[in-house]
Each structure stands twice: as C-alpha cells, then as structure tokens.
C-alpha cells in the first residue's frame, strides 16, 4: 500500500507544482487525435490518420421554371350611387313636439332673451325679443318644434335658469 501511496502524493505534488506556474506546458502529440488526419493536411511523414475527406461524386442540376403572367378578371366594383333596392328600409320621422314660453309679468326682459338665446340653438336675440314679447302680450309664445327629447331639454335648461323662464312642451297633434 505504501509504494501506491508514494506514487499518488507524487503525481498529485506534480500536478500542483505545474498547475501554479506561469508558464504554459507544452506537450509534444505523437498521436493525431483526428481520424481524418491525412498527408496532405501537415501529417508528414508519420503516415497516421486516415484518408482526406471524399469529395461527392454526384452532380447538382438546377432547373428554373418561368411561369407566364395570366390576366385575372377584375371583381365587379360596385359605385357608391348605385342605390340597393334589397335594403331600403322606410324610416319614420320622429314626432316632433311643440315648445311654448309661458308669460310672466316679473321677467326681465334682458335675462329671458339672453337666456333663449344660450340655450335654444335656432334662436336669434332678435326672435328671442320678438318672442318675449308676444309671450308677455298672449301669454304663451310658440317657440319652435322639436323632437321629444330636445324640446324637453330645452324646456327643462330654461326652467333651471335663475330668475325661473316658465317654457312647456306639448304635442304637435294636440296644437
């Protein structure tokens, strides 16, 4: 066991003594570790190895194939006058109503016609005067139609303005 002993410890004292050195250890090869080495590549004369690297003996034919431009028919483009009969569909109009500035003695001519003038749309500060003014001699003054929903919005703004401009919606068949 000690002569096993003694040949470990030297192996393993070489092999820290070279792995701590600043030099590179060289080793000269004896054997080529390719087995395609050959004498052509560098081999000399040691003749060891195996033989070059075969060459194909096949050939390798390309061929190109040209294809000919076809003409493809254009899809029908339909023109956007062109009217389609298939989904015409008849569409009511939608009924309008009627919104009327009630007369008050206490308004302020000023405020009312700014007022009109702010929140309906189509009225001018001329024909908001004129309106007042013929809501203060009748009573009501005729104000426009509307669709439901506007003439109720447009009553609804004039009645939440400060001093209060008293406007009522009616139905268009009732007149």
Avoid: N
Avoid at 2 to 8: D, R, V
Avoid at 124 to 129: I, L, R, V
């Amino acid at each position: 066991m000690a002569p096993l002993q003694t040949i470990l410890c030297t192996l393993a004292l070489a092999a820290t003594t070279t792995a701590f050195t600043s030099t590179p250890i060289q080793h000269p090869r004896t054997q080529q570790l390719s087995p395609l080495w050959s004498d052509k590549q560098g081999g000399g004369s040691q003749g060891g190895g195996g033989s070059a690297i075969a060459t194909p003996k096949t050939k390798q034919i390309t061929t190109t194939v040209q294809k000919q431009k076809q003409k493809q028919q254009q899809k029908k483009k339909f023109q956007p006058s062109d009217p389609d009969l298939k989904s015409e569909d008849d569409f009511e109009d939608a009924p309008m109503f009627r919104l009327y500035l009630i007369g008050d003695e206490g308004y302020d001519q000023q405020h009312v016609v700014t007022r009109m003038h702010e929140i309906v749309e189509d009225c001018s500060e001329d024909d908001a005067a004129t309106l007042f003014k013929s809501a203060y001699q009748t009573g009501e003054a005729f104000m426009g139609k509307y669709p439901r929903e506007v003439a109720e919005v447009y009553a609804e703004q004039l009645t939440r303005s400060d001093p209060i401009v008293y406007a009522d919606v009616r139905d268009d068949q009732d007149k």
